[in-house]
Structures are given as structure tokens and as C-alpha cells.
């Protein structure tokens, strides 16, 4: 289903798309062009489901997701061409989940393109969950367009490299919850116990929930986040961190 598009949303559409910096001489004229294609496809991505129930990013987000996968799969097996089936699959995890791409989409300034609803635009609880749907559809519109990951691989490898060599690094850091998990069942503990508390109402506030972990009854760590989960994240990181460091 084709919209028509405006000028004035057309000109903020390829002033996004160039922000992006893909390394490509055919994407750079096809934008430059104005191409009606791509710029009703990067629309259509761009469109969350509150302001149109038809024409909205679902489509290319569902389509977004098997891209993202086989991109990242392609990154890691050109740049860690020995890491072994498991590793591969611990790191393309990271690559491709729903934090990483909230984070590609902050990065890139998303949120400013994106064409929401009056609902969505109040819901600071899905603004993270916007950014991430709304980026990995943008994934899928390039591929679409182009027929090809190269375009997606030249943008998105950038920001692989530095991503992947940080997990790799310290992959304990982004799995904080797990690896607490397996390191008291080889100690001999029960699971560590998580408990949450509301401190602020304010819907976005960092500090909105703060996670205190105990093992064994005995308080171990605390942190804050803006949701339960960021909090129970930030709160393991903190601890295992400090038990990487005995």
C-alpha cells in the first residue's frame, strides 16, 4: 500500500537517511534522487501502528527481524571467521536484540522521524520499545528496497565492531543475570532473589525502580533503572562485577 507523501516529510526523510552515513554510491544517489520507492518504504517504517492502522511499520519490522539475523550472521562469520557455532550464537544474540536496537535507534535519532499516534506519544513506557520496532523496520526497508544486505552490512557494521569487541571483552557484563545465575549454582547457593521497589512515579525516570539482590539473605547489591528489568540488569551487572574482581 502506497501513501502519498509531502514535500516537507520527503525532505526530512532523505535528510535522515543521508544522517546515516552508509558508505554506498548507489544509496547515496537513490536518496539524493528523491526516489518515490524509498521514500514511501522508509515512510511506511517510520509510521507506527497508532497513527495508521494500515500502513505502519509491522510489516517491515516482521521482515526487519529475519534481516537482522542473517546480517549479523554474515558480520561474524567475516570478522570472527575460527569463533566456534556456540560463540557465534552467544554473540549474534547481543547483535540483534531488542536493547540493541534501541540503542542503534537513539543513536541515529530515530525517535525524531518517527510519525506516532497522540496515545503512543504520551506512552513513555514504549518509547524504547517504539525505538527498537521502528529501527529494526528501517533494517527491513533497506533490504527490501536493495535485495541485498550489502547496504545493510555497510551501515550496520559499524556499529558491530565496537559492539561485538566490548561483548567479547567482558560478555558477563551483558548476560549479568545469567552468569550470577551459574555462579551460584557452582558455589552452591540458591538463586539470587531480585526485589523491586517503586521509588518514583515519574514514567522514564532512570531511578524510577531500584533492584536489590540478595543471596543466601544476605544483601549483595542494589541499582536503579527506569523498569523493573532495567533494574534487576543494572543491579547483577553491579554484582558481578564485583565478583570478577575477587
Known amino acids: 500500500m502506497n501513501q502519498i507523501v ?3 516529510r520527503t525532505e526530512q526523510i532523505i535528510k535522515f537517511l543521508n544522517s546515516l552515513d552508509i558508505k554506498s554510491r548507489r544509496f547515496i544517489e537513490i536518496v539524493n534522487r528523491k526516489d518515490k520507492f524509498i521514500i514511501n518504504i522508509v515512510n511506511e517504517a517510520l509510521t507506527h501502528s497508532s497513527e495508521n492502522k494500515i500502513f505502519n511499520y509491522e510489516k517491515l519490522e516482521f521482515f526487519g527481524d529475519a534481516v537482522l539475523r542473517l546480517s549479523a550472521s554474515d558480520f561474524i562469520d567475516r570478522t570472527y571467521s575460527n569463533m566456534s557455532v556456540g560463540k557465534r550464537s552467544e554473540l549474534r544474540s547481543q547483535l540483534v536484540s531488542d536493547e540493541w536496537l534501541t540503542e542503534l535507534g537513539k543513536k541515529i535519532f530515530i525517535e525524531k522521524v518517527i510519525i506516532k499516534g497522540s496515545k503512543a ?4 513506557n514504549a518509547k524504547d520499545t517504539i525505538i527498537a520496532e521502528t529501527s529494526e523496520a528501517l533494517i527491513g526497508a533497506i533490504y527490501k528496497f536493495f535485495n541485498s544486505i550489502q547496504e545493510v552490512n555497510l551501515w550496520l557494521d559499524n556499529f ?3 559492539d561485538a569487541e566490548l561483548f567479547l571483552k567482558a560478555p558477563y557484563k551483558f548476560n549479568a543475570k545469567s552468569a550470577l545465575q551459574e555462579w551460584c549454582q557452582s558455589k552452591g ?3 539470587p532473589i531480585y526485589k523491586i521497589y517503586e521509588v518514583s512515579k515519574n514514567h522514564g525516570d532512570p ?3 531500584s533492584c536489590e539482590i540478595y543471596i543466601d539473605g544476605s544483601k549483595e547489591a542494589y541499582s536503579f533503572g527506569q523498569s523493573h528489568k532495567k533494574a534487576e540488569k543494572n543491579a547483577a551487572i553491579i554484582l558481578i562485577e564485583k565478583i570478577f574482581k575477587k
Not at 506519544?121 to 513513555?124: A, C, L, S, Y
Request: aromatic content about 18%; hydrophobic content about 30%; charged content about 55%.
Open 6 to 8: 509531502n514535500e516537507r
Open 121 to 124: 506519544i504520551g506512552d513513555e
Open 160 to 162: 558491530w565492531k565496537k
Open 189 to 191: 547457593f540458591d538463586l
Open 207 to 209: 531511578k524510577r525502580f
